[in-house]
């Protein structure tokens, strides 16, 4: 599969200032997307996810944008609290593929 | 309670030595996955299987062998044929194939 990629490795905010995560995906034919947060030494868990015939979807404090035409996805917290802090990934699923194709992952690091 | 179980926590091999990972799912899917994490990188695909009985190998294959006896079970078993074993492995299931996937709280693995 293609690479899936993310523009910055580190991310610090303070806490209450909204977050901003993007990802850079190279197969335009990729229809499924998906944001997944992992704190240390646990598995990733769903936060978001979106299809590739929508722009935006908005979740509890998370909105995950689409675009197609730059092939970026993004993902915004608002609000950011210390418990967001984490490793967020973002995942692609590119046409009649079996599973999904992760990135390396963005580290957020909220500051109080 | 549902979801993926995987254990054990913590696994620690001897040089030489073959070692079984469990993974368990109670959701209900048909499609498993297992996930291998290096320190800092993104998640690389080992196996996967969509139905019982059945499987295929993923992007890192070498070393490492599966089962699909039953459709809550999916085992993988590192050999001592793969030379650098010592990861995080995260098992996933989805409904469908290349759906959202769920996962389990990952095995860490250390080669002593």
């Known amino acids: 599969g293609e690479s899936v990629g993310l523009h910055l490795p580190t991310l610090s905010v303070q806490e209450g200032d909204n977050s901003i995560i993007n990802c850079a995906y190279s197969?335009?034919?990729?229809?499924?997307f998906i944001w997944y947060k992992q704190e240390s030494g646990k598995g990733p868990q769903f936060i978001i996810d979106i299809r590739s015939n929508m722009d935006k979807r908005q979740g509890q404090r998370v909105t995950v944008l689409l675009n197609k035409t730059v092939k970026h996805l993004s993902l915004q917290i608002a609000a950011t609290q210390p418990g967001d802090s984490a490793v967020y990934f973002c995942?692609?699923?590119?046409?009649?593929?079996?599973?999904?194709?992760f990135g390396t992952g963005t580290r957020l690091t909220v500051i109080p | 309670d549902g979801g993926i179980t995987q254990s054990p926590k913590y696994l620690f091999r001897k040089e030489g030595q073959n070692v079984t990972l469990s993974c368990e799912q109670n959701l209900n899917h048909d499609a498993m996955y297992w996930y291998r994490q290096d320190p800092g990188q993104g998640l690389r695909l080992i196996y996967y299987s969509q139905i019982v009985n059945d499987f295929q190998k993923g992007d890192i294959a070498e070393g490492y062998s599966v089962s699909r006896e039953k459709k809550e079970s999916f085992p993988l078993t590192v050999t001592s044929a793969q030379k650098n074993p010592t990861a995080f492995y995260l098992c996933?299931?989805?409904?469908?194939?290349?759906?959202?996937?769920?996962f389990g709280q990952g095995t860490r693995l250390t080669v002593v």
């Open positions: 197969n335009s034919a990729s229809d499924y």
């Open positions: 996933a299931s989805s409904e469908g194939q290349g759906g959202r996937a769920f």
């Open positions: 995942a692609e699923r590119e046409p009649g593929a079996n599973n999904l194709f």
